[in-house]
C-alpha cells in the first residue's frame, strides 16, 4: 500500500518558522509532480505550492509567495515546505499530495498536519 504521511506540524507564533515534510511510504511511485495544499476551517482547499519532480521547478500560491519555500529530495521520494514568516491566515490542516505519473491530477493525498499560527 502507498502512502504519504505528513509531519511537521505544531502551534506557533506569528511571525515564526515551521518546515512540513511529506515521506512515501510503501511501494515506490513515479510522479510528475508532488505538493502541498491547504484547507482551513469553512474554507476550500487551497494550493500552496508544487515541485515538478523532473526538473524542480516549482510553483506558489499568491498568499504564500515570497514567504514559503517548496523542495525534494529524489532519493527519499519526499518533499518539505519551508514556511517563514507564518501568518494567522496560514491556519489551516496541509496535505501533501502526489500528481503520480498516469494520472490526470493529484491523485494520492497524505491524511494532513495541522498547522496553527497564533496571532
Known amino acids: 500500500q502507498v502512502q504519504l504521511v505528513e509531519s511537521g506540524g505544531g502551534l506557533v507564533q506569528a511571525g515564526d518558522s515551521l518546515r512540513l515534510s511529506c515521506a512515501a511510504s510503501?511501494?515506490?511511485?513515479?510522479?510528475?509532480?508532488m505538493g502541498w495544499f491547504r484547507q482551513a476551517p469553512g474554507k476550500e482547499r487551497e494550493f500552496v505550492a508544487s515541485?515538478?519532480?523532473?526538473?524542480?521547478?516549482?510553483y506558489y500560491g499568491e498568499s504564500v509567495k515570497g514567504r514559503f519555500t517548496i523542495s525534494r529530495d529524489i532519493r527519499r521520494n519526499a518533499i518539505f515546505l519551508q514556511m517563514n514568516n507564518l501568518k494567522a491566515d496560514d491556519t489551516a490542516v496541509y496535505y501533501c499530495?502526489?500528481?503520480?505519473?498516469?494520472?490526470?491530477?493529484?491523485?494520492?493525498w497524505g491524511q494532513g498536519t495541522q498547522v496553527t499560527v497564533s496571532s
Open positions: 510503501g511501494r515506490t511511485f513515479s510522479s510528475h509532480a
Open positions: 515541485i515538478r519532480w523532473s526538473g524542480g521547478t516549482t
Open positions: 499530495a502526489s500528481h503520480r505519473i498516469g494520472a490526470d491530477n493529484y491523485d494520492l
